[in-house]
């Protein structure tokens, strides 16, 4: 199993630039095909039409995605010329909540940015990352405002308690499992109880992934106090100097919006490293 296929989501934010870096790295690690996805905030327009100067506006705002949807489709070309990766370029119209999904379900996988508070121009839509991971049926890259180190998937830390989530994302992140110098499989307060009798001990599913060739070590460690299991994952990642976190996405939807598990939010919230997600 390999990525053949992989789909990389570009804005107009200050990470797309790191984020499209990151991708080229994979892609050329794989032999894979890269497309970059371009996607923007889309205005509502029945948000402001009782506001003066709606039309202008509207105007301004498709005239300044058209110009940097074209600087970035030059720089993503040079780049992927640069890394000698075949790429591929698509500009997305419509509502990326909407129109990500369907591109990312023909990709083995999708590369896309956390979530930055203090970058407006990231924020193309309402809780986009979370619609992405539940509905994009594909495993996720996040990666981080802070950027990636200079490796990727050398140092694996994953995160597994048993269940169908955590079993899909080591199966989905095998192929960065298959060329990793070590992996730590990693369970939270298995020590404390037994697990029913439906999930997986962590040394079964270890072995499971040694049968590919991977080098597989089991931690296991307990969450004290009010420590939180979002927070052991993080303190882990960094006292074992990992370069990649694979784990399941938990999520459940309430009225109209979409609610992350708590060890899901964390990690996404906090990350330092990028993170291998899937649902």
Request: with cysteine.
């Amino acid at each position: 199993m390999s990525y053949k296929n992989i789909l990389v989501q570009l804005d107009t934010g200050v990470h797309a630039h790191p984020r499209l870096e990151i991708a080229l790295r994979v892609a050329h690690q794989f032999h894979a095909r890269l497309t970059g996805l371009f996607t923007t905030y889309l205005p509502d327009p029945h948000a402001l039409f009782v506001m003066a100067g709606t039309a202008f506006y509207y105007a301004e705002h498709e005239r300044q995605r058209h110009e940097r949807c074209a600087a970035l489709d030059r720089l993503f070309h040079a780049e992927a010329a640069r890394a000698k990766v075949d790429g591929r370029w698509i500009a997305a119209a419509g509502y990326a909540n909407d129109v990500v999904p369907p591109y990312a379900r023909l990709a083995d996988l999708v590369i896309a940015g956390q979530t930055d508070p203090e970058d407006p121009e990231s924020f193309i839509a309402d809780q986009f990352v979370e619609h992405l991971l539940m509905s994009a049926g594909r495993p996720v890259l996040l990666v981080p405002s802070t950027g990636a180190r200079a490796t990727l998937g050398q140092h694996v830390l994953v995160a597994w308690d048993g269940s169908r989530e955590a079993t899909r994302a080591i199966h989905d992140a095998m192929p960065f499992l298959s060329h990793a110098a070590d992996v730590t499989l990693l369970t939270v307060n298995a020590t404390l109880d037994e697990p029913p009798l439906w999930r997986i001990p962590g040394a079964d599913i270890a072995l499971t992934i040694a049968r590919h060739g991977v080098k597989v070590n089991v931690r296991e460690v307990s969450a004290s106090g009010d420590t939180t299991i979002g927070d052991v994952l993080l303190s882990q990642a960094a006292e074992s100097g990992c370069d990649l976190i694979v784990m399941g996405a938990y999520a459940h939807s309430r009225l109209h919006e979409l609610v992350l598990g708590g060890a899901t939010r964390t990690v996404l919230q906090s990350m330092t490293v990028p993170v291998l997600l899937s649902h």
